[in-house]
């Protein structure tokens, strides 16, 4: 439509982002041809840099531009502790709510056989590696509880199920991260699910 | 927050796009990251591509690949009929409809007091420089009429008010895209102004 083959190579590029439809990578597309100060140059070379930087931790699959990541350098995180994430994205959620001081093993995914993932196709070997290696009895600290953050859907609880089966009988304690009401809400406007889970879960006082 | 300056950096040029606050461009930065096929340098590559091959066309400041766009190069285009839009996006809406075969002109934007858009800001000067040339004695095929397809909003408004000042007595006709009922539209939904332009603009029959 647009007669402009670097301008439709571009839209093309641009609507393979997630919730961006061809309409929106053309005004991006637009956007872009208008902006002043190299922007072009300046989100190319960016989009270069991650690449040839950023590469998964060896230890626990999060982002990071060094060998290991911060989180698994930090030598006053609670080694004992390792919590499950979805993707790398969960953990600075985590952070920010300043709960919690273990370490982080992330997934990349959770199990959707409607999305055709199955539990290879995410870190659970290497998970399985790492408690097995935590567990060798030279280590004063091996890993003895998991909390599982999946995001509260149906993906996230097959998954948590599946790794429930996983990790019976490998001595480790296993938990998730509550589901309830959120803080600050008001109750009138909570739905059915999220009530009937914070009765189920209810906390003696 | 994210601690990787890399991608730090990636994110605050993705929320520089219209539309992509910081939350949406981290969430794209990390699907960048999860990409495969070497997205991220085919994403790089179209971006530096429509940078280093697309131009504003010196006739009518489309965007073009060539020395001369196509609207311009058409020889079967009338050239006695100049359509005026504010951005060359808006000249694919026009063509798409297949009710015009003149030829365009693009502004690069509209009169915008508000966000300190002037006249001279503005393709107007070329304009009016097109047009003195047109109406050469030698050129049998000078411009007669021109059309205003600006957006029905103050901007548009305000900018077809100072057109029309500045092409008094230039022995040119104006005209603008009518307002009013959209086709297919149901007469109970629309609103108040666009029913009054209807009215206003009502045709004979």
Chains 1, 2 share one sequence.
Do not use: W
């Not at 300046?42 to 690449?51: A, G, I, N, P, Y």
């Amino acid at each position: 439509m647009l007669q402009i083959p670097a301008l439709e190579k571009l839209v093309h590029e641009l609507s393979r982002l997630p919730g961006i439809g061809p309409k929106t990578a053309q005004r991006l597309a637009y956007y872009i041809l208008k902006s002043k100060n190299s922007y072009p140059e300046k989100l190319s070379e960016s989009l270069l840099r991650v690449q040839s930087e950023v590469h998964t931790c060896p230890e626990c699959f999060n982002y990071t531009d060094r060998a290991i990541c911060k989180f698994c350098e930090d030598p006053h995180r609670n080694s004992e502790i390792l919590c499950l994430v979805e993707e790398p994205s969960d953990i600075s959620r985590i952070e920010s709510s300043g709960a919690y001081r273990g370490r982080y093993h992330v997934l990349h995914g959770v199990i959707s056989p409607l999305e055709g993932i199955n539990a290879k196709d995410l870190k659970i070997n290497e998970l399985m590696a790492r408690l097995a290696a935590s567990q060798n009895e030279n280590n004063e600290k091996p890993i003895r509880e998991i909390i599982f953050a999946f995001d509260a859907d149906l993906e996230g609880d097959t998954t948590a199920l599946y790794l429930t089966k996983s990790l019976q009988g490998k001595n480790v304690k296993i938990s998730r991260i509550a589901h309830g009401i959120p803080m600050g809400s008001d109750i009138d406007f909570i739905d059915d699910r999220t009530m009937g889970r914070a009765m189920e879960n209810r906390v003696e006082l």
